[in-house]
């Protein structure tokens, strides 16, 4: 069966990633988008596809509600919302938004694999070890960029490096750090790492 994707991501070397392991598992047209606009735009431009698979922090999205406006638009669509950093909570807030399946980045490749073809022929897919899950600790309402450059502050990477590593640019990463700092009380960037080992968030 010839299976029809959409990969919609903003960070280029994760989604071509995804894309080249899914036309090495069999799955031929893999089309891709950057942001929540350009995947909507390329399912009207298709006509459908098979799956559409929506990054959970991509620009556009705002989490869920990018999800809905994606289900409003084109109801018959099916969707599922793939993360690197949304919680357990909100892999079933996706579910009950009528995404037809949640898909970890950390999952192993022939998962993914047989996730997005299980999907791809109309069957939802639930990871129960990850859905069953508590939440982690509150990270001091931070977004999940802010989390994930706050992640990067704890490990030591300077700006620069956080940046390559979210491929971000550096002042937007810079900006993340006067908004996260701001946000959890921290004086600096060695402030904030104590304040999040002290709360147990990494």
């Not at 089309?31 to 929540?36: D, I, K, P, Y």
């Amino acid at each position: 069966m010839r299976v029809r994707l959409l990969i919609a991501d903003d960070h280029d070397l994760v989604r071509d990633a995804i894309a080249a392991l899914l036309r090495a598992g069999g799955c031929e047209e893999v089309a891709v988008a950057g942001t929540l606009p350009e995947a909507l735009t390329a399912v009207q431009a298709a006509g459908g596809f098979d799956l559409v698979l929506l990054d959970y922090d991509m620009p556009g999205m705002d989490g869920i509600d990018g999800l809905i406006e994606m289900r409003r638009t084109f109801p018959a669509q099916p969707v599922a919302i793939i993360s690197g950093v949304a919680r357990p909570s909100t892999a079933r807030e996706a579910l009950e938004a009528g995404a037809i399946g949640f898909i970890p980045k950390a999952m192993p490749a022939r998962s993914i694999i047989g996730a997005v073809t299980l999907m791809a022929s109309g069957s939802v897919f639930a990871p129960f070890d990850f859905l069953k899950q508590e939440d982690p600790p509150s990270q001091g309402g931070l977004s999940a960029r802010e989390t994930e450059v706050l992640r990067g502050i704890c490990a030591g990477r300077t700006n620069k490096e956080i940046a390559r590593d979210m491929d971000l640019q550096e002042v937007t990463v810079k900006l993340h750090v006067r908004t996260l700092t701001r946000k959890i009380g921290a004086r600096n960037r060695t402030h904030a790492a104590m304040i999040a080992r002290e709360n147990g968030w990494f």
